[in-house]
């Protein structure tokens, strides 16, 4: 960290109280599987996995390359959840990932190549239960289940679906409707003679507020991050008086890189679109857009330097900003600043920057360029 102008700061115990706050919610009969895609929420894929490996049941990526960089790391099972070109399956073969399907093309792809190489695939199908996004429809299921009836090989590992509208809202309705389908696909696919594949819908909202989503597994996104889904789910798991107390366990820091003091009426930064109107002490912080500090952060947003909140004046550049630190005394170069997350008295929430970008808390962490190195704090 000495050697950075810019990091991420990850607390481990915060960390490890999330997943155990999960696993007393979901009793020890049903699997934890966390979602470490996008760098683990831009926590760090690494970072993160090798602590909680010895803690989950599976990992959910995204892609391949994602799978294939977390394999250094992980000794649980690894789920790809996004789509895998036909020119990287052998490599979901070879590597033993579990893929979500949800196309025929790419069952009968794996299919081939695990008769091709003698071995066994492991998939899970996707159901179709109203997000509208990967899927398969009730009425194709029969034609994917001949594949599998085709194959010994080709495993059935896995049948899942995914929440629409869960964390949107105070209301169940439309949740209630995709567990429905989602029942008569598991159904259907057990009246076929398929047994003991895992069963997976719950994300994190599902997880705090509805047990019957639970099946054999969840998947923890983004409160292993200690990140509520959304305000709405928070309301309801007060209403319904669950009890979850989630530890955010990123902290973003960087350095002051110079300070000087401006006279009034001096516009700061690209645009002249911000003046001081008083003699200024102002700091440039050595991070920007470019490090996923948002250029909507310009003229708004707020970092912690010596427990004292600083605002942001004038634009946000590609990798400098400015802030006014005219109520700090005593500061000198190379001072730390928080820029997302807790200090001692104050914080930088992920969902008070969110607000301020018209935008979710997860958008906020994932876009912390991954370049930036994290750190696992004990
Ligand atoms: C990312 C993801 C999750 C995790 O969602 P959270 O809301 O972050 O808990 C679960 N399931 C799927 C399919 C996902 O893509």
């Not at 690494?46 to 790391?73: M, Q, R, W």
Request: net charge neutral; with cysteine.
């Amino acid at each position: 960290m000495k050697n950075c102008k810019t990091w991420v700061e990850i607390n481990k115990e915060n960390l490890l109280n999330n997943v155990a706050q999960f696993r007393n919610r979901i009793g020890a009969e049903v699997k934890l599987s966390v979602a470490v895609k996008a760098n683990a929420y831009g926590h760090g894929l690494k970072e993160i996995s090798a602590v909680i490996n010895p803690v989950v049941d599976f990992f959910c990526v995204d892609s391949i390359d994602e799978a294939l960089e977390l394999k250094a790391v992980a000794t649980k099972p690894i789920l790809i959840l996004g789509y895998t070109l036909f020119s990287r399956l052998e490599e979901v073969v070879e590597k033993e990932f579990h893929q979500v399907v949800a196309n025929i093309e790419t069952l009968e792809k794996l299919s081939e190549i695990s008769k091709n190489k003698n071995r066994e695939v492991f998939v899970h199908l996707k159901i179709e239960t109203g997000t509208s996004r990967q899927g398969i429809w009730l009425n194709d299921l029969e034609e994917f289940l001949n594949v599998f009836k085709a194959n010994d090989l080709l495993r059935l590992a896995g049948v899942s679906t995914h929440f629409a509208n869960i964390e949107d809202t105070t209301d169940d309705y439309y949740s209630k409707l995709q567990l429905e389908v989602y029942k008569k696909a598991v159904m259907f696919i057990e009246s076929r003679g398929f047994r003991d594949f895992i069963k997976h819908t719950a994300c994190s909202a599902a997880a705090v507020l509805f047990p019957e989503t639970y099946f054999d597994m969840i998947r923890l996104g983004i409160g292993l991050y200690g990140l509520w889904s959304s305000t709405e789910t928070q309301v309801v798991a007060a209403e319904k008086n669950i009890k979850i107390q989630l530890r955010p366990v990123l902290t973003w820091k960087t350095r002051v890189a110079h300070i000087k003091t401006l006279p009034a009426g001096t516009p700061v930064s690209y645009g002249c679109t911000e003046k001081v109107s008083v003699p200024t002490k102002v700091a440039v912080l050595p991070v920007g857009y470019y490090d996923g500090y948002d250029r909507g952060l310009s003229s708004v947003g707020n970092v912690i330097i010596k427990e004292k909140r600083c605002k942001i004046i004038g634009r946000i550049c590609m990798n400098m900003c400015v802030a006014d630190v005219n109520h700090i005394e005593d500061l000198k170069l190379e001072e730390e600043v928080i820029l997302l997350g807790r200090g001692v008295s104050e914080n930088v929430s992920t969902e008070e920057m969110a607000k301020k970008l018209n935008t979710i808390n997860y958008e906020v962490v994932t876009r912390i360029n991954p370049r930036i190195k994290r750190f696992v704090v004990d």
